[in-house]
C-alpha cells in the first residue's frame, strides 16, 4: 500500500479554499500511484476553529465541504479531519473526528479520545471524549487511526492514563496514522519526535504522521510530517514550515532497513525566523492585505521586525515610519534610514514636534505647573502610533507591532502608542533573543546597522534615557522572565536560585502589574512553549505577586 | 444544626484580605448562634484564579491560608472552597475542591466532579473531575457537600448524564449543601432559582446554596444565596449586589411550610444597572485606585457611564472630559455641560482642533492630495484617546471605556480613539438598552439631559455625521446581534426569521471583521448570557460569515 501525507496550509473557515486543496492534493497524490492520502487534523474548517464550532451553520458546512471531497475518492482513499456532531445528546455538543473516504463516500469515522486543553488549546470546550475505538480495514491493511494528543499521553509520561492505541493495538492492526495540529515552538520538534517514536516502539507498527503547516492569527503550525517504522526508527521527515506532499510505500517502511539521512536541525534562533516569516505571510494573505507599515525607531526591536516584514512580504511592500521627537538622538534617525536604505524598504520621515508641541497647548490648563514624567512620555509614542495607523486607515497598510517580550512581560511599553498593531511579530521573543535574530538576520550581509545592535537600547522619551535607568540588564532580566513565565516559578523558587530577593520581587510585581496591558495588546506570533495571549490567561485585578 | 450562609466579597490571590474576611465571619456567625458556616466555591483564593492556579506557590499559599481559617473553627464547623493538589499524578494536577473544617483541623475534603468549561469558564484546563463521594457527618445529621455545576446537571437537562448527587444520595444525606462562584447575566437568577429548586425536588432534601458576589475584573458575582426545602420550595435568598450572612435553624427549614415572602424580581435593566455599579466599585478597589476619567461627548453613552461611575465612586472622583472639535455640533458641549453639572461630577473643555490641525501638517506631505476620509476621522478620535490617558497618567484616573455592545459587535469605534479604557463599562449593553438604562437613571430626576436622549445618535467625526448613515437604526441592529452573538445563529437562520438577506449578510460580515479589533479592547463589565471577552473566542484571521 502507498500513502501519501499532504502536509498542507488551511484557512480556517475558509471552506471554498481549503476544499478545493484538498481535492487538488487527492489528485497529486493519485498521480503519485497512492492508494490513501492523509491529511491533517481539522483540515476541513482549518485549527483552532474556536467558537466557529459553536454554530450549527458552521458544523454543517464541514459537512458539506468533507462529502464534496468525498466525491474525489473514488481510485483513492482519503482521510481528512474535521468536527462531527454529538448524535447522541449527551455531553459537548461535537466531536474532533476523521473521515475515511473511500469509493466516494464516508466509510468509517474516527473520533479523538484526548482533549488538549491547557495553553492555547480548548479542545474540551467544544469536543466530547471518544470512548469506542475502532481500527480501519483497507487493502487488506488494517489502521489504527488517532488523532493528534491520542498519541501524546504515552506510559513514560508521568499523567498516563490510557491511550485509545491501547484499545485499538487488541484489534492487531498492520500500521497507525495519527493526523495532528501541532502547533510549533522552538522547543517542540524534538519533543514530537520523541513522542512518536515512542508510540511505534511501544506498540510495534510503523506510524505515519501528517501535521499542517502555516500560521493562524498567532499560533504557528510547521509541518515537519514524519513517518517511523515499527521499531521507532525515523524513516521520513517532511518540510518545515512549508506545504509538502510525499508518498510512502508500507512494504518499505516495514521491510527496509534503511537509515534516514537525518537532516541536521536548524537551530532555535533559525526556526524561530522561519516561523515568523510565515507568521507575517499568513497573517497578511489569509485577511487579504498585502502591505505592512511600521514605525523605525532606529532601535533593535523595530530593525527585527522590518527585515522581517521585508523578507516576508518584500521590502516593497513594507513602509517604514521615522518619527523622530526632540528627545530622538541624531544616530537614531541615521540608524534608521541606514536600514531602510540597507534593505530598500519605502519610508517617511514624519517628525512629532508639532503633534507634542500642540498636545502641550492643548493641556497647559489643566497640567499648570506639573512637572514633565510619564504623562508627556506617553504623548510622544502616541502620537506615534496615531501617525502610523493614519498611514494604515490611508492607505490600506497592516500595522506591525515591534514590541519584544521582556518589554511585553515587564508593561514597558505604551498602550495605544508603542503597543498599536495588527500583530505582534516579536512579542514572544525575549531582548537577548531580539539580539541573536539581528545577528542572524545580517548572517550575509549588514542589513541591520551594527551601531542599532551595539548601542544601548532605549525608548528615548526623555533626555538621555536608556533602558537601563528603569529595567536590570536584560542578560538577567531574561532569565528571571524565563523562570517566571516558561517554567511557571514564584518569587521563592526564583530567589532560591541565588538571584536577588528584591530584584526578583520587583520584576514579578511588574510583570503581574502588566497584566492591563497585556490584554489589550495584539495578538502575538507564539515561538516559545509558553507566549502571552491566548496561553496564559491571568487574572487582571488579582493580588498575587504584586 | 444552625447553618449560616456567608456570601463573600473576594479577592482574586489576596489571601490576607480573604482570610481575614473569611475569618471575621467565621466570628460574626459565632456570635449569631451558628454551628456551621459556609462559605463560597474557591473562596481562599477568589474565583476565576486562571492561571495563578498553574503556580505551585499559589496552591501552597491557598493551603496555608485554609490551615489559618482551620484554627478559628473551634466551636464552630466551616466549609470553605480552595484549589488542593492532585497528589495521584494522574490527569490534571488539582481538584476544585472544599475543606470541611472542624475542631481546628480540615476534617473531610470534597471535590468537583462536573468543570464547566464553556463560556467565561475553564476549569478543565486545570481540575481533574471527582470520581469518589462521600458525604460528611456533623452534629448527627449528614451532608451531601457539592460544588456548583455539580448540581446543574440534572435530569431534565438533555445533556444529563449523571450528577454526583446520585451517588451521594446512596448514603441517604439529611440535607444538600452547594457552593458556588456563579457569575451574574440578567438571565440567571431566575435559572438557579429553578435548577436548585429542581434538584432539592428530586432529591427530597433541603438544599442551602452559598454563591459569591462582588466582581473579578469583567465577571460580576451576584450573589443571591439561596435556601430551599425538600419539597423544593424556595425559603430565603440572601441580598443581591452585596455582602450578606444569615443563619438558617435546619429543623425549621425541614419542619416548618412557611411560604417564602419572595420578593418582587428585579428588572433585567435594573439588575443590569446594579451590576455595573458593582463592577466599576469593584475594579477600582481591588486594583486600588479611587479616581476615574472619561471623555464625555454629548452622547448617551458616555452620559450613561458618566452617570454610573459618579453613583459607584462618588462624583468628587469623576472627572469628564469634554473634547469638542469642529465637528462637534452647539448642543453636543451644552448636553455634556449639563450632564456634568446636574451631576456635580469634575469636568475640564479641552478642545481638539490643534491637535488636528497639528496632525494635518504632520500628515501634509505624506497625504498630499488625498482627501478627508476614515483616516482623518480616526486622528480625532485618537487624539482624544491621547487627551484622556494623559489625564490617567497625569493624575493618577482610572480611564472609562464608554463603548456600547452594539457598536463593539459591529466595529463602530476607533481602535486606541474611543476604543481605550480599562474596564468597559457598557460593552455588554446593546444600545437599545443603553437608552433604557439612561431612563431608568432618570427616574427621580434629569440627570441625563433629555436631549442626549432623543437626538439621533451620532460619532460627529466629519459634518452632520449620523450612526445611522452607516449603521442600521439600532432597534433592528440589535435584533439581529442578539440573534448572532446570544443565539449564535448563523447568517440562513437568521434570514429565515423573516430579516432582509443582504442586512443580515452586511451585519454579520460586520461582526466578524471586526474580531481584530475587539481582541484588543478592554475588559467589559458581562451583564448578559454571551458578552464579548473571555466568553467568545473568535478566530481573527478566519474567513466565516467574512
Known amino acids: 500500500m502507498k500513502i501519501a501525507l499532504a502536509q498542507l496550509n488551511y484557512h480556517i473557515g475558509n471552506f471554498e479554499a481549503n476544499t478545493k486543496k484538498i481535492i487538488e492534493h487527492i489528485a497529486l497524490a493519485k498521480t503519485k500511484g497512492a492508494d490513501l492520502v492523509v491529511f491533517a487534523e481539522l483540515a476541513i474548517c482549518g485549527y483552532p476553529p474556536r467558537d466557529f464550532l459553536e454554530f450549527d451553520e458552521f458544523i454543517s458546512l464541514c459537512n458539506e465541504a468533507a462529502q464534496e471531497v468525498a466525491k474525489h475518492c473514488k481510485d483513492i482513499a482519503c482521510i481528512v479531519g474535521l468536527p462531527v456532531k454529538n448524535d447522541v445528546l449527551q455531553g459537548k455538543d461535537l466531536f474532533n473526528a476523521a473521515y475515511f473516504l473511500a469509493d466516494g463516500k464516508v466509510k468509517a469515522i474516527t473520533k479523538k479520545a484526548l482533549l488538549p486543553t491547557y495553553d492555547v488549546f480548548d479542545e474540551y470546550r ?3 471524549p471518544a470512548t469506542n475505538f475502532q481500527c480501519i480495514d483497507f487493502k ?9 494528543e491520542d498519541l501524546w499521553n504515552i506510559n513514560d509520561n508521568p499523567l498516563y492514563v490510557s491511550s485509545p492505541m491501547d484499545e485499538l493495538i487488541k484489534e492487531q492492526p498492520d500500521l497507525m496514522i495519527n493526523i495532528a495540529a501541532s502547533p510549533f515552538s522552538y522547543t517542540h520538534d524534538d519533543e514530537r ?12 507498527l510503523p506510524l505515519f504522521y501528517v501535521n499542517q503547516i502555516g500560521a493562524q492569527t498567532e499560533i504557528i503550525f510547521d509541518g515537519g510530517s514524519l513517518v517511523f517504522d515499527a521499531e521507532g526508527a525515523l524513516k521520513a521527515e517532511l518540510k518545515y514550515f512549508a506545504e509538502d506532499l510525499q508518498v510512502f510505500d508500507l512494504d518499505e517502511i516495514e521491510n527496509v ?12 534562533i533559525e526556526q524561530i525566523h522561519d516561523a515568523l516569516i510565515l507568521g507575517i505571510q499568513d497573517y497578511f494573505r489569509k485577511s487579504g492585505f498585502s502591505k505592512a507599515v511600521l514605525g ?3 532601535g533593535i526591536d523595530s530593525a527585527v521586525v522590518c527585515a522581517l516584514a521585508c523578507k516576508a512580504l518584500g521590502a516593497d511592500n513594507v513602509m517604514a515610519v521615522l518619527m523622530p521627537s526632540k528627545f530622538s538622538s541624531g544616530h537614531s534617525v541615521q540608524d534608521a534610514l541606514d536600514l531602510a536604505n540597507n534593505i530598500g524598504c519605502m519610508h517617511e520621515i514624519i517628525p512629532i514636534k508639532e503633534g507634542a508641541d500642540a498636545f502641550d497647548h492643548m493641556l497647559a490648563n489643566a497640567f499648570k505647573g506639573l512637572p514633565f514624567n510619564l504623562a508627556e512620555e506617553n504623548i510622544q509614542a502616541r502620537i506615534r502610533g ?4 493614519a498611514m494604515s486607515n490611508k492607505f490600506g497598510y497592516i500595522l506591525l507591532n515591534t514590541s519584544n517580550k521582556s518589554e511585553c512581560a515587564v508593561g514597558y511599553g505604551t498602550l495605544y502608542g508603542d503597543m ?18 539581528a545577528k542572524y538576520i545580517n548572517k550575509e550581509r549588514e542589513i541591520i546597522p551594527i551601531n542599532t545592535i551595539v548601542k544601548p537600547p532605549s525608548a528615548e522619551l526623555r533626555p538621555d534615557q536608556k533602558d537601563s535607568d528603569s529595567l536590570p540588564e536584560y542578560d538577567v532580566l531574561d532569565k528571571i522572565l524565563y523562570q517566571h513565565i516558561e517554567l511557571k516559578q514564584g518569587t521563592a523558587a526564583i530567589i532560591a536560585q541565588g538571584y536577588e530577593e528584591t530584584l526578583v520581587k520587583r520584576i514579578l510585581r511588574m510583570v503581574n502589574i502588566a497584566e492591563f496591558k497585556r490584554y489589550q495588546t495584539p495578538p502575538i506570533l507564539r515561538v516559545s512553549p509558553k507566549a502571552f495571549g491566548m496561553g496564559r490567561r491571568m487574572p487582571i485585578v488579582g493580588k498575587y505577586m504584586i
Open 193 to 204: 519526535i520523541k513522542v512518536l517514536s515512542a508510540n511505534a516502539k511501544k506498540y510495534h
Open 257 to 268: 532497513r534503511n537509515k534516514y539521512p537525518h537532516p541536521e536541525r536548524l537551530t532555535d
Open 126 to 128: 467544544y469536543f466530547e
Open 420 to 437: 498599536c498593531g495588527a500583530i505582534g511579530v516579536i512579542g514572544d521573543v525575549y531582548k537577548t533573543q531580539v539580539f541573536e535574530l
Open 386 to 389: 496615531t501617525i502610523v495607523m
Open 140 to 148: 487488506g491493511k488494517r489502521i489504527a487511526l488517532t488523532i493528534c
Open 296 to 298: 523605525l525607531s532606529g
